[in-house]
């Protein structure tokens, strides 16, 4: 099956969004992005071995190999500009995807890092460095909002989702940051305001990985902050006029910016 696929086809629509799942989540995660998303943006999503429709796929046990996999299959998709956006552990992949794409002369208009630290980050380290089980991890991914509790006990479920979940916080536990050039691309952070994973200073890290744009917004919420309504309009243009709303939207502040895009814009 392929590693990349569009979710709601849009032939003429002048740029790509391309989703990375978070740990234990898969490509289906974004398809409502596609349905109600703008008619400018056509919407992929990659889904990784072991899960859904890849089920019988052996997984990835190393965060560079899935990099690898997923630059691949990215690759043919450049014909148009595209935004890289990664949630959680996606984040950390579709970092490493943007780099290998720029060593092969390529490279995304921008990457959107969403509630992940910065992957030179030394806190990055400890957090690898956690002792996970099973029931840990089920735990983890609950208190998350990432999955109902109550389906997470039924055994068949566990049965189903375990061997992909264990799998991605392997990859996750045994990946090393290797020090290289910084990306050329925008880059934007977001996190959500209550996410006790990821810190302002932790976000703020990510800056030093571009030498491109770079901007970091705090959104109300927590570790998944994008649910149910992500900011596609901030994603897809980080230095908008984007403002959030809803009740929570006056106590969180708009996040910090550094270096600015050039008045002609990025590079696709």
Do not use: K
Request: charged content about 20%; aromatic content about 6%.
């Amino acid at each position: 099956m392929s590693t990349v696929r569009i979710l709601e086809p849009r032939p003429d629509a002048p740029q790509r969004l391309i989703c990375l799942p978070h740990a234990g989540g898969s490509a289906n995660y974004y398809r409502g992005w596609a349905l109600r998303g703008r008619t400018d943006t056509e919407v992929l999503g990659v889904q990784y071995p072991g899960r859904a429709d890849r089920l019988l796929e052996p997984c990835h046990h190393d965060l560079h190999a899935m990099a690898e996999e997923v630059c691949a299959a990215v690759l043919p998709e450049l014909d148009r500009p595209v935004t890289l956006f990664g949630h959680s552990m996606g984040a950390i992949v579709a970092y490493e995807v943007a780099r290998l794409l720029e060593e092969q002369g390529r490279g995304v208009r921008r990457l959107v890092a969403s509630a992940a630290r910065a992957p030179h980050d030394p806190a990055h380290v400890s957090v690898q460095g956690a002792v996970w089980n099973d029931d840990s991890a089920v735990r983890s991914i609950v208190a998350m909002g990432q999955a109902d509790a109550e389906l997470m006990a039924d055994p068949r479920v566990r049965e189903l989702v375990l061997p992909y979940l264990r799998a991605d916080f392997e990859l996750f536990q045994r990946y090393a940051h290797r020090p290289g050039p910084p990306l050329a691309c925008e880059l934007l952070v977001v996190r959500g305001a209550d996410d006790p994973h990821v810190t302002h200073h932790q976000g703020e890290l990510w800056q030093e990985l571009t030498r491109g744009p770079f901007r970091h917004r705090a959104l109300p919420g927590g570790h998944f902050y994008l649910a149910p309504e992500p900011p596609l309009d901030l994603y897809l243009d980080p230095f908008g006029p984007y403002r959030e709303t809803g009740p929570a939207a006056s106590a969180v502040g708009g996040g910090e910016l550094r270096r600015q895009p050039a008045q002609s814009g990025a590079a696709g």
